[in-house]
């Protein structure tokens, strides 16, 4: 969210977007990281690229000439197949001084965990992490961030000649289609790039269902769910027939009924869906700090003064065992006529 100020930005803002990718698909929280990056360089004056760091990476930064950057920079090397932090934090400290940048912007993510604060170390630059918001005060960027599991809203303003934030996919929308820029490669000397970390193997979750963090559909289940089949039953059937995610409390996880993987909250993913089913959720505060951004909640849950109905757009006060095969027969009614 961009908030005008009377004034503009005193100094001229360069911005460098770090795009992130997996498996050959362009992570769309990175649209946002674009967005926040166009909100801040039409403040300033300014402009904003944006950075692809990888292999065989020639189709993302197609993906990303209509973004409104000046330009798309690939930084493409055998080094760089895997998404080691060393190496990308180098590569990206690297580019940054060679362009000039003002400022680095990644989505608020794992990958950005990992690798933007040794990006920072490098360039000796101070960071601000999970932006929500961006105004400007007498002629200088302030930014809103969220704190404490989003129980406080912190806004700060970062010194020094260039400075690395991380930013809340919700939060901004990607930059509306523009004329396409040019795409330049930038070298990358792969005998300097550290080799602290080595690249051993990687176990990708099965294919089918999308990831909570990229959905616009997020079916997720609490403790209600007595055993892994009746959470597969219930909240991926309802999922399925969504074209949605699934994810999970953390008293699901502790139980071994879901993985950690599909833990969502404080110490879990972060998403930002459209729409976010809870089913038997109570909504303790470390699960809705990893939900409450979401556009519609929705929540079904046996306990009227469940809190989680505080938070919802809509609720249903019911068994989800009893509810949620009759919604899943329901919308699969639907969406077959
Ligand atoms: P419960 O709180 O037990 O709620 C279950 C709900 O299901 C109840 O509201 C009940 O009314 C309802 N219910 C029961 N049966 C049915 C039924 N048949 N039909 C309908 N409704 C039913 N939690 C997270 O989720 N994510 C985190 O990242 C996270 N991080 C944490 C970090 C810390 C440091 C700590 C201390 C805790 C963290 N927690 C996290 C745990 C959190 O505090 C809660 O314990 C947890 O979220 C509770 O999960 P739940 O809502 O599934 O279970």
Redesign the pocket.
């Known amino acids: 969210m961009f908030e005008p100020g009377p004034d503009k930005l005193l100094a001229m803002e360069k911005i460098l977007v770090i795009a992130e990718h997996d498996a050959g698909q362009l992570k769309a929280a990175s649209l946002s990281a674009a967005g926040f990056a166009e909100q801040l360089a039409t403040a300033s004056d300014g402009s904003f690229e944006i950075l692809v760091v990888g292999h065989a990476i020639d189709a993302i930064a197609a993906a990303l000439r209509t973004c409104g950057a000046a330009a798309v920079l690939v930084a493409d090397a055998n080094a760089l197949e895997h998404p080691l932090a060393d190496r990308y934090a180098h590569v990206i400290a690297d580019v940054a001084r060679a362009r000039g940048a003002t400022m680095v912007v990644g989505a608020s993510s794992t990958f950005s965990k990992d690798v933007l604060p040794r990006a920072a170390a490098l360039l000796e630059a101070a960071m601000v992490s999970e932006v929500i918001g961006l105004r400007v005060e007498n002629g200088e960027p302030e930014f809103r961030r969220v704190m404490f599991?989003g129980n406080v809203i912190a806004t700060v303003r970062i010194d020094g000649p260039v400075r690395v934030a991380t930013v809340r996919a919700a939060a901004f929308a990607a930059p509306a289609a523009s004329a396409e820029c040019p795409v330049e490669g930038v070298s990358v000397d792969e005998a300097a790039l550290p080799a602290f970390l080595e690249f051993v193997d990687r176990e990708a979750k099965a294919a089918g269902r999308p990831d909570a963090t990229e959905a616009r559909i997020v079916v997720?289940?609490?403790?209600?769910?007595?055993n892994s089949g009746d959470f597969e039953r219930l909240v991926g059937g309802l999922a399925d027939a969504l074209g949605g995610a699934v994810g999970?409390?953390?008293?699901?996880?502790?139980a071994g009924i879901t993985p950690n993987s599909l833990?969502?909250?404080?110490?879990?993913?972060i998403v930002a869906p459209d729409l976010y089913i809870?089913?038997?959720?109570?909504?303790?505060?470390?699960?809705m700090?990893?939900m409450k951004d979401t556009k519609v909640i929705v929540a079904?849950?046996?306990?009227a003064e469940?809190?989680?109905f505080e938070v919802s757009d809509y609720g249903l006060v019911?068994?989800?065992?009893?509810?949620v095969p009759r919604l899943i027969e329901r919308i699969r009614g639907e969406t077959s006529n």
Do not use: M
Request: charged share 20%.
């Open positions: 599991a997720s289940g609490g403790r209600a769910l007595k999970s409390s953390r008293a699901l996880v502790d833990q969502v909250g404080q110490t879990g993913k809870a089913l038997g959720i109570s909504g303790a505060i470390q699960h700090a990893g079904v849950n046996k306990d469940a809190p989680i019911a068994d989800v065992y009893d509810a």
